[in-house]
């Protein structure tokens, strides 16, 4: 059996998550919820009714997404 700490694409918690993207200011974790009720926010596992994950190489794609070169770009 692989050791977690050995996975390449960890599930995150919405909390886990907002630290990863946010930083030294994590990104809350109501913004996340609302962005995926908008569905603009990284792309997100559902596991059961209640249960979110994020996968990092959603978490990182989303960060790429986002990357700009100038604040003129939209």
């Given at each position: 059996?692989?050791?977690?700490?050995?996975?390449?694409?960890?599930?995150?918690?919405?909390?886990?998550?907002?630290?990863?993207?946010?930083?030294?200011?994590?990104?809350?974790?109501?913004?996340?919820?609302?962005?995926?009720?908008?569905g603009?926010?990284?792309?997100?596992?559902?596991?059961?009714?209640?249960?979110?994950?994020y996968?990092?190489?959603?978490?990182?794609?989303?960060?790429?997404r986002?990357?700009?070169?100038?604040?003129?770009?939209?």
């Amino acid at each position: 059996m692989q050791a977690l700490s050995d996975n390449p694409d960890p599930l995150f918690s919405t909390e886990r998550a907002g630290e990863y993207l946010g930083g030294d200011k994590p990104i809350p974790t109501r913004t996340l919820e609302d962005w995926r009720t908008s569905g603009i926010g990284p792309e997100f596992v559902r596991l059961g009714a209640r249960a979110v994950r994020y996968r990092k190489s959603a978490l990182d794609a989303f960060l790429e997404r986002c990357a700009r070169t100038s604040t003129a770009e939209g």
